[in-house]
T-cell receptor, first 110, second 114 residues
Framework: GQQVMQIPQYQHVQEGEDFTTYCNSS?????IQWYKQRPGGHPVFLIQ?????EVKKQKRLTFQFGEAKKNSSLHITATQTTDVGTYFC??????????FGAGTTVTVRA | EAQVTQNPRYLITVTGKKLTVTCSQN?????MSWYRQDPGLGLRQIYY???????DKGDVPEGYKVSRKEKRNFPLILESPSPNQTSLYFC?????????????FGPGTRLTVL
């Protein structure tokens, strides 16, 4: 079945620096979704990418969907303490299921 | 306020003692789902429901049961819990199928099975 792999598992970032987390699927995805989970909280939807090569921005967050629709990335510029949390990508192996990556847990050094 | 609620939020139990975790949503969503979250494994889908009386297995259904008798409720039942079911559980819902619609997650239930 579809596997969604996400790297790195942990990202320790100096405040103000940039970082990127990557998501790769073993199969072509119809779309990919990104969620953020704050420490002690629940996953919250960030964005969905549908088109090949699509790029979407949310303030300091840039999301990209690969040309082959098998990979995606999330790039955060000028990291702030509010960016702390775990970022998950998720892809649908079928219409009714959603496969999540293992997540990238981000910590920020002030 | 539109939300997904879960109860209890925390539960410590012993092996073999049947338990139910409730999930309710007030958004009139068709689709509901249960996930478990374990360190290093992300969120894994247990069961999902496309509508009332329609449920199906996710990726890790063993040891769990669900029912969908009403649109708003989707309880998760552990008939005979075991220590390997110690985990953080999330209920989620969406208006349509998860391949296209945003998933709204409940606050989570932390379960410990001794």
């Amino acid at each position: 079945g579809q596997q969604v792999m996400q790297i790195p598992q942990y990202q320790h970032v100096q405040e103000g620096e940039d970082f990127t987390t990557y998501c790769n699927s073993s199969t072509t995805l119809s779309n990919i979704q990104w969620y953020k989970q704050r420490p002690g909280g629940h996953p919250v939807f960030l964005i969905q990418l549908v088109k090949s090569g699509e790029v979407k921005k949310q303030k300091r967050l840039t999301f990209q969907f690969g040309e082959a629709k098998k990979n995606s990335s999330l790039h955060i510029t000028a990291t702030q303490t509010t960016d702390v949390g775990t970022y998950f990508c998720a892809g649908p192996p079928t219409d009714y299921k959603l496969s999540f990556g293992a997540g990238t847990t981000v910590t920020v050094r002030a | 306020e539109a939300q997904v609620t879960q109860n209890p939020r925390y539960l410590i139990t012993v092996t073999g003692k049947k338990l139910t975790v409730t999930c309710s949503q007030n958004m009139n969503h068709e689709y509901m789902s249960w996930y478990r979250q374990d360190p290093g494994l992300g969120l894994r889908q247990i069961y999902y429901s496309m509508n009332v009386e329609v449920t199906d297995k996710g990726d890790v259904p063993e040891g769990y049961k669900v029912s969908r008798k009403e649109k708003r409720n989707f309880p998760l039942i552990l008939e005979s819990p075991s220590p390997n079911q110690t985990s953080l559980y999330f209920c989620a819902s969406s208006f349509g199928v998860p391949s296209t619609d945003t998933q709204y997650f409940g606050p989570g239930t932390r379960l410990t099975v001794l």
